[in-house]
Nanobody, 117 residues
Framework: EVQLQASGGGFVQAGGSLRLSCAATGFYFDDYTIGWFRQVPGKEREGVSSISHPYGRTNYADSVKGRFTISRDSAKNTVYLRMDNLKPEDTAVYYC??????????WGQGTLVTVSS
């Protein structure tokens, strides 16, 4: 059974940093395209970042480029999202996802990030 669990969210002041983690069971991150999206209640889901399979290319939304960094630790089967210089508009629930087939993704429970001004 595929499971993803995001953690590491919290409350931070603008300009601060957080590192989100996503632990996976039932599959290996190295074998799939993986990423993060975020969602504010009542708003559209926004893709944040991804690492492609098999080439490991990283992509970022324009809104986070230069501030967020996605990475993975194969030994721990964990994906990270380092978020620096956080802004109030980064406030959202963050989810990690994996693409198990073309255009088909799974994700687990998210973690809430709140950035105060």
């Amino acid at each position: 059974e595929v499971q993803l669990q995001a953690s590491g969210g919290g409350f931070v002041q603008a300009g601060g940093s957080l590192r989100l983690s996503c632990a996976a069971t039932g599959f290996y991150f190295d074998d799939y395209t993986i990423g993060w999206f975020r969602q504010v209640p009542g708003k559209e889901r926004e893709g944040v970042s991804s690492i492609s399979h098999p080439y490991g290319r990283t992509n970022y939304a324009d809104s986070v480029k230069g501030r967020f960094t996605i990475s993975r630790d194969s030994a721990k089967n964990t994906v990270y999202l380092r978020m620096d210089n956080l802004k109030p508009e980064d406030t959202a629930v963050y989810y990690c996802w994996m693409e198990w087939a073309y255009g088909k993704r799974s994700w687990g429970q998210g973690t809430l990030v709140t950035v105060s001004s």
